[in-house]
Every structure is written in C-alpha cells, then in structure tokens.
C-alpha cells in the first residue's frame, strides 16, 4: 500500500534528522570548549550529509545520512593571555562553531522532523478510516 511505504518514508527521514540534531547538539555542547595547551586544535564542527537510497523492493527513494565529517573552515581566533592554551602573543583558537546558525540548523531538523512526524500521522489516518469502511 503507497500510504504504508509513505510511513516509512517519513520514518527514516525522521531517524536522518534525528542524526542531523545529535550531531548539532554536539556541536552546541563544544562551542565553547578549548584546548588545554598551545599547539593543540579545540573542536572542529561536524556536519551532516544525506543521500537518497533507491529501495528497489519499495520502489521508492529513501534519505540516508552519507556521512558525517568536520567542517574545515578557521577556527576563531581569541586574546586571552592567561589562558594555558595561549600562544606566545596571547591569542587561543576556538572551535568554529557559530552558535546561531547551529541554532538555525537546530530549527531546520526540528521542523523537517515534524513534518515527517505529520505525514505518518496523516497516513495512519487514513489507513484507520479505510479500515473503518471496510468493517462497516
């Protein structure tokens, strides 16, 4: 039934984002951590990458994570001279983690998961109203 493969559908893009918002956390929970001697790199954002996966036994196209990596972009640069991590002009690199655009990205899982989440509630609807034809 197509209203069965669209809950599944939903459901394993509701786990790709459900990976998309724990590696934000992640992300979130390290913005500000730095490392503990000069020379050694703080934490380096991770990112999140899909794909679409042909189910041929479905014959439909699911989304999968392809694969999480670190963002390579600049740490940020900071003056604290009495920091351990300081080098010898005073400055420490900091992850490069923008706390509002992970915020953004937060809400962007948040709404893509929620409207999954309706389109299995949607299905099961239906589903529960042909079954209530049927019987009657």
Not at 99 to 112: C, F, G, K, T
Request: hydrophobic fraction near 40%.
């Amino acid at each position: 039934m197509d209203l069965v493969k669209a809950m599944a559908l939903a459901a394993k893009g509701m786990k790709a984002q459900g990976v998309r918002m724990k590696v934000i956390s992640e992300n979130l929970a390290n913005a500000d951590t730095t490392p503990s001697s000069p020379g050694q790199e703080p934490y380096r954002r991770q990112v999140v990458t899909f794909k679409n996966e042909l189910d041929r036994s479905e014959g439909v196209r699911n989304v999968e994570v392809d694969r999480i990596e670190a963002d390579n972009s600049d740490f940020l640069i900071k003056y604290a001279p009495n920091h351990p991590a300081a080098d010898e002009m005073g400055y420490i690199r900091t992850p490069n983690v923008n706390s509002l655009v992970e915020m953004m990205d937060m809400r962007e899982a948040q709404r893509s998961y929620e409207a999954n989440l309706g389109v299995i509630e949607m299905s099961r609807g239906m589903l529960m109203r042909m079954v209530d034809l049927l019987r009657g």
